[in-house]
């Protein structure tokens, strides 16, 4: 059973640029949840993807954005870029789009923005 | 406003001994309650739950104690050992069903 994935694993990018971070889910898990995790702080929920379908959404600004593909891997689109985007970003899956189910990380995406 | 609060950014146990790991919440309609374990360049990994109709969730070495009325959850890991050396991260569902974390606790065992 292959786990969660994520790539790249490192991005360097400059203020007001665009990034796409990739996310494969756990075999058999159709929900998608992405975080973002600031440096010392617990990661902080961004939107969730339910079977291709975005269900549910943190306090992020709109160019934030996502799309969940139907083998149910996922991408996270970050447009105009800011210093503050500096994070690393974590993907989750679980078999259902319940909070109440365990859900999967990958290792996350470290975003360096300059 | 953090609704989810570990108050203690790191905490240093002697291997054998007991650790326990605090955390705090403003938001009573909580009602359930999750522990995360994360290595270095690792994501984090479910360690236990506790649902708010319970006071207390054992695992193994691991036992969560949920106080309702004080808005506290706290961990116990008993015996400690090397291999729980981690950083430590509370969360609680909210009322729109996502995941409300903590900041975490780097937990340290000393041989």
């Known amino acids: 059973e292959t786990g969660v994935t994520q790539s790249p694993t490192h991005l360097i990018k400059t203020r007001g640029q665009q990034v796409t971070l990739r996310c494969s889910s756990q075999?058999?898990?159709?929900?998608v949840s992405w975080y973002q995790q600031a440096l010392g702080q617990g990661p902080q929920f961004i939107f969730q993807y339910y079977r291709e379908e975005e269900n549910g959404r943190g306090n992020f600004p709109p160019r934030f954005s996502g799309l969940q593909f139907p083998n149910y891997s996922s991408e996270l689109n970050v447009n105009a870029l800011e210093l503050d985007d500096s994070a690393l970003y974590l993907c989750?899956?679980?078999?259902?789009?319940?909070?109440?189910?365990?859900?999967?990380f990958g290792p996350g995406t470290r975003l360096t923005v300059l | 406003d953090q609704q989810v609060k570990q108050n203690s950014p790191s905490l240093s146990v002697q291997e054998g001994r007991i650790s326990i790991l605090n955390c705090d919440y403003t938001?009573?309609?909580?009602?359930?309650f999750l522990w995360y374990k994360k290595y270095p360049a690792e994501g984090p990994t479910f360690l236990i739950s506790?649902?708010?109709i319970k006071d207390k969730n054992e695992d193994g070495r691991f036992t969560v104690f949920l106080n309702k009325s004080a808005k506290h959850l706290s961990l116990h890991i008993v015996p400690s050992q090397p291999g729980d050396s981690a950083v430590y991260f509370c969360a609680a569902v909210d009322s729109n069903y996502q995941l409300i974390w903590g900041a975490g606790t780097k937990l340290i065992i000393k041989p």
């Open positions: 989750a899956s679980s078999s259902s789009a319940s909070a109440y189910n365990e859900q999967f």
């Open positions: 938001n009573s309609m909580f009602d359930y």
């Open positions: 506790i649902s708010s």
């Open positions: 075999s058999g898990h159709n929900t």
